[in-house]
């Protein structure tokens, strides 16, 4: 049986039990500090700093994407995600995490060739969907830091709503809001916002 797929509405809504389910101390300090992905472009140039090599990359790129696709909207990718958690595996995590991450990096080609026969990037499209379908199933009730999946999810999502493409495209953003008001219909405003 497949999965529905989630729109990015649902993304939206189901976002914020995500979140609840905790941040790393290395997450939450990435982000208290502003890191996002305009940071993540420049250290993409610092080439000495990277922890993840070409191979890692082209694996996270492809469950970013799937995470949150291109659609009317530009997905993950586009938005500079990978670069984004690349940044705060390599910069903002404790050793023990990243080692820890680095793992449940390659533990996603080991779950496919377990379950198709084949690594996660040469596996067919509807493979690699059954496969994180899988891992998201897996991963209900637990939290980011107790499952890598999910923490995939948290990373992406962080990193994506943080993007001048997650902030201008996806949600509404105003430089200088105006006046507050609380209780605005969606329906009046269209989306989040972001600021």
């Known amino acids: 049986m497949r999965m ?3 729109d990015r509405r ?6 914020t039990g995500l979140m609840g389910g905790g941040l790393s101390a290395s997450v939450a300090s990435g982000i208290l500090s502003g890191v996002g992905p305009a940071q993540a472009a420049a250290f993409a140039l610092q080439t000495d700093k990277h922890t993840l090599k070409a191979a890692d990359m082209a694996v ?4 970013a994407d799937r995470i949150i ?3 009317d909207t530009p997905g993950a990718r586009a938005a500079g995600v990978p670069a984004y958690i690349h940044l705060m595996v390599s910069e903002w995590y404790y050793d023990d995490e990243r080692v820890r991450f680095i793992a449940g990096l390659k533990s996603i080609d080991q779950l496919s060739r377990d379950h198709t026969g084949k690594a ?3 596996a067919s499209e509807e493979d690699r969907h059954d496969l994180m379908v899988r891992m998201d ?6 939290s980011p830091a107790d499952n890598f999946f999910l923490e995939i999810k948290q990373l992406t999502l962080i990193g994506y709503f943080t993007s ?3 902030a201008e495209e996806e949600l509404r953003y105003e430089a200088v809001p105006g006046p507050y008001e609380g209780c605005v219909p969606l ?3 269209g989306r989040a916002w972001a600021t």
């Open 4 to 6: 529905k797929s989630l």
């Open 10 to 15: 649902d993304v939206l809504k189901r976002m």
């Open 60 to 63: 996270l790129a492809e469950l």
């Open 69 to 71: 696709p291109d659609t």
């Open 120 to 122: 996660f990037l040469q």
């Open 137 to 142: 199933r897996a991963a209900a009730g637990k």
């Open 164 to 166: 001048q493409i997650g």
């Open 187 to 189: 329906s009046k405003i």
